[in-house]
């Protein structure tokens, strides 16, 4: 049987591919009922690291994040119904049409954060054959029992022959006291049992034909039969928020074994959570903070709007192991933190090396590429790399200032060093200074401004500087249309 580890310490020693060369990851995704929260953002931007490292370090990566949009069940305030059905019912809408919104919104806000899509999106939707088919080998192997058209883990019957509870570190004992009586309950022979496939109740809208009922596959079947599918019976690396462990990932694990005999997974990799205040995120704390609410301000708990980056840079500023602490405090010191990287990116494209080959800036930049890849190596210590990046400004700003010179080597690796691990790994974007609407306002009134120079020309008869104006600006895609008062124009 293959390990587990929580963590990849030091990638280069220890983390060893299935395949050389060749890395297969899976992460859980989104449940597409709704906006994506700041929840969403931290395993997102976490995994989206680790894809960006991999590839850095020369290895061809297939990752595969799902998208759940089926069988989810809400234990505690939805009574099992499926959310996107009860959406769907709500809204008055095809369920997969709900599933298509939330999944282009979805996609708006990854893209905004700069994550980079995955090699593969399936959706639980998308391969309901391929669970039944995992479900039928795990009854043929005597694993599950079928219950009043529901199929169910029979734990007690895996525990005795694989260790239940390995990731989580819990026993059945544990798992009895933990769970709460649910929907379900009375078919199951233990309360620790989980759904394989469920029997679709009557109201229930979203439901497929299987050999034991019309019904859905349960949620933690989706992820074995689609990271089996595309990754392989025995893959790397699978990764999900900490909340995840139990029961999701454990379920998967037993399930994997159940039906092929053996782990799938090679290195799970768990990142912590965001807490609000001190308070975990949920419904009952009514703390949900949407993506697009903190992109335009848009909520009590907000001070003003915060980009993409600063919640990217916010997420990457910790460890990902380490919990975070959201307040809107801490994300306007993270604005503040993005802004001097942003500046110092801009100085490092505009400051030239100085003509003698022993300029004294040389020394402060020794090793900082060295101490950038030990970071990351470590566990992706990206705070360490930030906080490396952030040293090497004071060279950037001494050149700046005139207080001291670079030399072109010297300068040249400063440049290479920000562009691999500030724009290419940590994936922030530092050319991009103030929100997109500051960028049109001040666009617009550029615009504004020279074709008011070109007015001005014209009234002075100035023909050649009005001509050459209005010339390049219509040979750069602009049409230009002079009116009575003025001009128009458009692009
Ligand atoms: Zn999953």
Redesign the pocket.
Same mark, same amino acid.
């Given at each position: 049987m293959l390990e587990i580890y929580n963590s990849l310490t030091r990638f280069k020693e220890t983390f060893k591919p299935l395949h050389e060369g060749h890395v297969g990851m899976?992460v +859980? =995704?989104p449940t597409v009922y709704g906006d994506a929260h700041l929840g969403h953002a931290r395993p997102a931007i976490t995994f989206d690291l680790l894809y960006r490292y991999l590839q850095y370090l020369g290895y061809k990566v297939r990752y595969v994040r799902?998208i759940?949009d089926v069988g989810h069940l809400e234990h505690d305030a939805d009574e099992g119904e499926d959310k996107i059905a009860k959406k769907a019912r709500l809204e008055q809408l095809e369920p997969m049409e709900v599933v298509q919104y939330y999944t282009n919104r979805y996609h708006r806000d990854m893209a905004a954060l700069n994550v980079l899509p995955p090699s593969i999106e399936p959706h639980a939707s998308g391969h309901i054959i391929e669970q039944i088919a995992f479900v039928q080998k795990i009854l043929d192997k005597g694993y599950a029992y079928v219950s009043n058209g529901s199929v169910y883990m029979d734990v007690e019957k895996y525990a005795k022959d694989f260790p239940y509870g390995k990731l989580s570190g819990r026993n059945l004992n544990d798992i009895v006291t933990e769970t709460r009586e649910l929907d379900g309950q009375e078919e199951k022979k233990h309360s620790y049992d989980f759904a394989l496939w469920k029997k679709a109740a009557p109201e229930h809208i979203m439901h497929w034909p299987s050999p034991w009922s019309e019904g859905f596959p349960g949620? %933690?079947m /989706? +992820?074995s039969t689609m990271g089996t599918k595309y990754l392989g019976e025995r893959f790397d690396i699978h990764g =999900?928020g900490l909340d995840?462990i139990f029961p %999701?990932?454990e379920a /998967?694990i037993a399930q994997s074994c159940a039906a092929l005999g053996h782990e799938t997974v090679h290195y799970w990799m768990h990142n912590n959570m965001i807490t609000i205040a001190g308070k975990k995120m949920g419904k009952s704390y009514n703390n949900f903070i949407t993506l697009e609410q903190f992109f335009k301000g848009e909520h009590p708990l907000l001070s003003k709007p915060f980009g993409p980056m600063v919640i990217r840079f916010f997420i990457l500023q910790a460890h990902y192991r380490s919990t975070v602490d959201f307040s809107s405090e801490a994300l306007e010191a993270a604005e503040k933190g993005l802004q001097r990287m942003q500046e110092a990116y801009a100085r490092l494209q505009k400051i030239q090396a100085g003509k003698e080959t022993s300029a004294i800036i040389g020394g402060s930049i020794d090793g900082l590429r060295q101490r950038c890849t030990e970071a990351m190596d470590d566990d992706l210590n990206t705070p360490f790399v930030i906080a490396a990046l952030f040293d090497s400004t004071r060279a950037i700003n001494t050149v700046h200032d005139g207080k001291g010179t670079i030399s072109e080597a010297d300068l040249n690796e400063l440049r290479e060093v920000w562009k691999t691990f500030a724009i290419d790994i940590l994936g922030l974007r530092l050319e991009e200074q103030g929100s997109g609407d500051e960028k049109m306002k001040a666009f617009n009134g550029a615009i504004d401004l020279l074709l008011g120079i070109r007015l001005q020309a014209k009234q002075n008869k100035d023909w050649a500087t009005s001509d050459k104006i209005r010339n390049e600006l219509t040979a750069l895609g602009f049409q230009i249309k002079d009116t009575k008062d003025g001009f128009e124009w458009s692009i």
């Open positions: 899976y +859980c =995704g799902n759940t949620w %933690h /989706e +992820c =999900g995840l %999701h990932h /998967e």
